[in-house]
């Protein structure tokens, strides 16, 4: 019974611990003033195996990127796929929020 | 059975036609900038000018396209097909926190058959375009030239918008401004007050020209990102 609750913390830890590792990544935006334009953004984030969720914010010039749980985005590869669709990355900011709380900080500052 | 064959063929060829139609879009768009790794399907309609065409970003700053259209003048004393390749180069690109600049080169070769000439004839088209733009104001200048054994015809197009309020990506954007162009040939600048929508991957243009030549001519740009 001992062991079986030993385990049963072993997991609950464990799982605790991968949820804290499930970030959102801040990234700020040069030139990003058209949302036809940064459709492509949104794309080439989704695209990526370990993107959850994605969120474009032309006012904020932030695009948002979530992982997934227990998996990592490489700022380097986010760099490169925003380059590519005609941008520039001025910096990336790693979050523990999710996209909606993003979502959320972003319309309250609008307002 | 015949008779829902026949229906059924019938169909079909309202859609087909109604797609070559479509297809007939227009040079003031030719050039359009595609972001790597994206396919756009753009197709313009105007009285005088039509083209239909797929662009594909290849590189951060080379997109290629096909295309197929139709142009002729305000009095239809021309009517030419043209059907042509391109590939269109970012050459120049500025930032700032609000704003985004661009030039671009673009050319290509065409095929072209029409009434003023016999055959199929080969030739080359190709042109410059710059933009810039911010969320409230849009501005652009382009040319593009066709060049072949049987025409050498070219056009300029200078677009100015505005938009009335601030939209943020999940939003409808909406603009309106000014669309003047002049083409070889023509006696009067086409003036076409315009209005754009977008939202994420889809985008549309409307305008009615309204000087003398072209009063009431409508046109009409959609397209689409993939």
Same mark, same amino acid.
């Given at each position: 019974m001992k062991n079986f609750s030993?385990?049963?913390?072993?997991?609950?830890?464990?799982?605790?611990?991968?949820a804290s590792f499930a970030d959102t990544l801040k990234i700020k935006v040069d030139g990003m003033v058209c949302g036809f334009c940064a459709s492509s953004i949104e794309k080439k984030m989704?695209?990526?195996?370990?993107t959850a969720d994605v969120y474009v914010s032309l006012e904020n010039k932030i695009v948002a990127v979530s992982e997934k749980t227990g998996q990592t985005l490489d700022?380097?590869?986010?760099?490169?796929?925003?380059?590519?669709s005609g941008y520039e990355v001025k910096t990336i900011e790693r979050v523990s929020a999710s996209i909606a709380d993003v979502r959320a900080a972003t319309k309250a500052k609008k307002t | 059975m015949k008779q829902q064959f026949l229906l059924s063929m019938r169909r079909w060829q309202r859609v087909t036609t109604a797609l070559i139609a479509a297809?007939?879009?227009?040079?003031?768009?030719?050039?359009?900038?595609?972001?790597?790794?994206?396919?756009?399907?753009?197709?313009?309609?105007?009285?005088?000018?039509?083209?239909?065409?797929?662009?594909?970003?290849?590189?951060?700053?080379?997109?290629?396209?096909?295309?197929v259209g139709n142009m002729t003048d305000t009095l239809r004393s021309y009517r030419w097909k043209v059907?042509?390749?391109?590939?269109?180069?970012?050459?120049?690109?500025?930032?700032?926190?609000?704003?985004?600049?661009n030039a671009y080169v673009f050319a290509g070769p065409l095929v072209?058959?029409?009434?003023?000439?016999?055959?199929?004839?080969?030739?080359?088209?190709?042109?410059?375009?710059?933009?810039?733009?911010? !969320? !409230?104001?849009?501005?652009?200048?382009?040319?593009?030239?066709?060049?072949?054994?049987?025409?050498?015809w070219n056009e300029v197009v200078v677009q100015a918008m505005l938009a009335p309020y601030l939209a943020d990506y999940e939003d409808v954007a909406s603009w309106g401004g000014m669309q003047v162009k002049?083409?070889?040939?023509?006696?009067?600048?086409?003036?076409?007050?315009?209005?754009?929508?977008f939202k994420k991957d889809w985008w549309i243009d409307a305008g009615v020209s309204v000087n003398r030549a072209n009063r009431k001519d409508i046109f009409v740009n959609v397209m689409h990102l993939f």
């Open positions: 030993l385990i049963t913390l072993f997991i609950a830890a464990a799982f605790g611990a991968q989704r695209a990526n195996q370990a700022d380097a590869v986010l760099k490169a796929q925003i380059a590519d | 297809a007939l879009a227009s040079s003031a768009y030719a050039g359009f900038f595609i972001p790597k790794d994206s396919t756009m399907v753009m197709g313009m309609y105007s009285p005088t000018e039509s083209m239909f065409e797929v662009s594909h970003g290849v590189t951060r700053d080379t997109s290629i396209a096909v295309g059907a042509h390749a391109q590939a269109t180069k970012l050459v120049g690109r500025v930032y700032n926190e609000d704003g985004i600049g072209a058959t029409g009434n003023t000439f016999d055959g199929t004839r080969y030739g080359v088209h190709g042109g410059v375009w710059a933009d810039y733009e911010t !969320r !409230r104001v849009y501005g652009r200048v382009s040319w593009h030239g066709y060049k072949n054994s049987a025409f050498a002049r083409r070889t040939g023509e006696t009067q600048m086409e003036l076409t007050p315009f209005v754009r929508f």
